[in-house]
């Protein structure tokens, strides 16, 4: 009986790591499309496209894996059941749960795999391709937005008009407020370098001080200005939530509390980390049922199709509960979980009516 689970094991691990790879040529092919049509702005080349679409590719590893677990069990266990492999093991000894338990063994590889991904390679990726594409282009962070970004930190506001690649600050204005919310200064510098553990070394500094009858102003060449701030807040803003590791939204999302700002989108976004790498236990779940013995006489082909369709109406639910739930207010755990709690309830009871003919 091991024998016969090992072998199941290999063939469906086998089908989800080729239809993977297929995907991911198929949207690389699409990205570097997308990157094509830049080439020559700036400094922009083809070989930033190659570079800006392979950085990119662990990315879509994550984004894509629970689809590949879908369409490659269904594919392996159709392939299967139609060479009547399935009957054979199922003659043997193997049952349902049995089999369903071979198939959740090979989903947790997957899910550890999509889970490792996600938090310590495509945050870093994505970082360096947006890095390497800003670069190439001649382009710093903000540059599009007529004022630049604006921090809140405790009592200040903080207006940076560049954030350089190497998170580096360029056209800074700090606002700090007192007690009763009336501004009590205003510091512009020219530019910006983060000095751990917790300041900002601004240099070129402008300092005016708001007294009751009078403003002080006072030249610096530098000053040493202490901050919450800090780069890995700033390369938050290079990367999408969706991409960020589960560290750095909860620094994020501390740092945002603190500062008594709206932190849903980004609780939302961590809750969907820690749950999304479990979504490959749900797609075998569906995958049982629609690739079983029972239905052998069906196509390969329009099995393969009804994974395509099931993952995409996965991944646009994933979007939806996430933007409902940013909008709504809903509940972070909630919006997260539901997508995979109903389609875990759709399997199991797809399975149970399987089981029951």
């Not at 830049?38 to 990119?56: E, K, N, P, S, W």
């Not at 994550?62 to 369409?71: K, Q, R, T, W």
């Not at 207006?159 to 009336?182: C, H, S």
């Not at 300041?199 to 070129?204: A, E, K, N, Q, V």
């Amino acid at each position: 009986m091991k024998i016969y689970r090992r072998y199941l094991m290999r063939e469906v691990s086998g089908a989800i790591f080729l239809v993977l790879l297929a995907f991911l040529a198929l949207f690389a092919f699409f990205d570097l499309l997308g990157e094509v049509q830049d080439i020559g702005r700036g400094g922009y080349q083809l070989r930033h496209a190659f570079a800006f679409v392979l950085l990119r590719l662990p990315g879509r590893v994550y984004e894509l894996m629970p689809i590949a677990v879908l369409i490659g069990t269904l594919y392996a266990l159709s392939s299967l059941a139609r060479h009547s492999e399935i009957t054979v093991l199922r003659v043997s000894g193997l049952s349902s749960g049995a089999l369903l338990r071979a198939l959740f063994l090979v989903a947790g590889l997957f899910a550890v795999a999509t889970f490792l991904i996600g938090e310590y390679v495509v945050p870093t990726a994505e970082r360096e391709a947006n890095q390497l594409r800003l670069k190439a282009r001649g382009r710093m962070i903000g540059q599009d937005l007529r004022s630049g970004l604006w921090v809140k930190d405790e009592p200040s506001f903080i207006n940076v008009r560049v954030v350089l690649p190497d998170t580096r600050l360029r056209g800074i204005r700090i606002y700090e407020f007192d007690e009763d919310a009336k501004l009590h200064s205003l510091i512009e510098a020219s530019e910006g370098e983060y000095v751990a553990p917790d300041r900002w070394r601004l240099s070129d500094v402008l300092q005016t001080v708001l007294n009751a009858e009078r403003a002080d102003v006072q030249k610096l060449p530098e000053l040493v200005w202490p901050s919450a701030l800090n780069p890995d807040i700033l390369a938050v803003l290079m990367v999408s939530p969706d991409r960020m590791s589960l560290q750095h939204l909860a620094t994020y999302t501390k740092h945002l509390a603190d500062n008594r700002q709206t932190t849903n989108r980004y609780d939302i976004a961590f809750w969907k980390k820690v749950v999304y790498p479990l979504a490959a236990f749900v797609m075998v779940a569906l995958a049982l049922p629609f690739g079983g013995a029972h239905y052998r006489s069906d196509a390969v082909g329009l099995k393969v199709f009804s994974g395509v369709m099931i993952g995409i109406l996965f991944h646009m639910l994933n979007g939806l509960f996430a933007n409902l739930g940013a909008i709504n207010s809903w509940s972070p755990v909630l919006s997260a979980v539901t997508p995979s709690a109903l389609f875990l309830l759709a399997a199991i009871t797809m399975i149970w009516w399987v089981e029951r003919r």
